[in-house]
């Protein structure tokens, strides 16, 4: 499952790299919209300082001309220009998340080695993973009825276990699809906001010439800057959980290592770390608008926020009653 949704992330890496060209449709339309205003920003402060009678200060008009030879090369100018300085930051985080995955794969299996070797030593547990206790506890039985009972029993009681793995199994596979997804819309939100910002960014240069629209610019340098910087925190993000679930492996390594230590199978912890994940990716947006302040984007970060919280409850309650399930017939 990870490597089919990794191929998705790297299907939108493509696509952002495929459609970000096609900005150059827009230079024509930019540039006839700067040059108008380019205009009208000259006459007017030309024209203010001969009514004034003052020497024509020419440094204050090189902006439009500064902003039009971006808008020339708005591809290679801006664009690779902003990407080649925030590129380094996404490879950073990307390298600390893929040693925290290594690393907790590692741990993964040996405590899953370990608590089957702890569930082999219980006598009361060795049959109902083990195929070759289990026959060897039927050996040992005969075919008085009390002996019968005793091996239809078992037989219902290995086939009772086997079911409880795959419905716990089937959820856990549910909690991972969904907090996989989360991550998947969130870097989809992404690119789909930064190929518009870098299709229509000649535009948005355009109009900043203007008078009253000088800030347009600023806007959009940040509103791109702070989008970019939601795949580092998402990065940084998926670090700290692996980070947390090697920490929660080591404990449970070590718990594992005493011979007289009997496993819990429910791993109902596991579960909530999962929801928490879940509720926590869609808080990326308002972590990423605190690194760079880009105004305009409030809205949409409460309605993301407010997504959350209301998946949250729903998952929050729908696994709280499977999982409660769960661990009451575990307990039966």
């Not at 007017?44 to 020339?72: H, K, N, T």
């Not at 070759?132 to 086939?159: H, Q, V, W």
């Not at 806007?219 to 800057?225: E, G, L, S, T, V």
Request: with cysteine.
């Amino acid at each position: 499952m990870n490597t089919e949704f990794d191929n998705l992330h790297q299907v939108l890496r493509s696509l952002y790299m495929e459609m970000t060209p096609l900005c150059s449709n827009m230079i024509g339309v930019a540039k006839a919209l700067a040059g108008l205003g380019a205009l009208f920003y000259v006459a007017s402060r030309v024209w203010q300082s001969l009514a004034r009678a003052e020497p024509i200060d020419v440094y204050p008009m090189l902006r439009p001309f500064a902003i039009g030879l971006c808008i020339l090369f708005f591809p290679t100018i801006v664009l690779s220009t902003l990407n080649g300085v925030l590129s380094p930051i996404v490879r950073g985080t990307e390298q600390i998340l893929t040693t925290q995955a290594f690393d907790m794969q590692a741990y993964q299996e040996q405590k899953d080695k370990l608590e089957k070797e702890a569930l082999l030593r219980n006598p009361e547990t060795a049959y109902l993973i083990s195929q070759e206790e289990f026959d060897k506890k039927l050996e040992s039985l005969g075919f008085s009825p009390s002996d019968l009972a005793t091996i239809s029993g078992m037989y219902m009681e290995r086939g009772m276990y086997q079911m409880k793995q795959s419905i716990r199994e089937g959820f856990y596979l549910l909690l991972e699809l969904i907090f996989q997804s989360a991550s998947l819309v969130i870097d989809t939100i992404r690119t789909f906001f930064l190929i518009v910002l870098s299709i229509l960014g000649p535009i948005a240069f355009a109009i900043s010439v203007w008078d009253g629209f000088q800030s347009t610019l600023v806007q959009w340098f940040n509103r791109y800057i702070s989008v970019y910087l939601w795949l580092p925190v998402s990065n940084l993000f998926g670090a700290m959980l692996n980070k947390i679930q090697i920490l929660m492996l080591t404990k449970d390594i070590k718990a594992l290592q005493d011979p007289n230590y009997i496993p819990d199978t429910s791993n109902s912890v596991y579960a909530v770390f999962m929801l928490l994940g879940i509720i926590g990716y869609f808080t990326i947006p308002t972590v990423s608008n605190w690194i760079i302040q880009a105004g305009g984007m409030g809205n949409y970060n409460r309605n993301v926020n407010q997504s959350a919280q209301k998946a949250g409850n729903v998952i929050g309650a729908g696994a709280g009653s499977v999982a409660g399930n769960i661990v009451g017939r575990l307990k039966r």
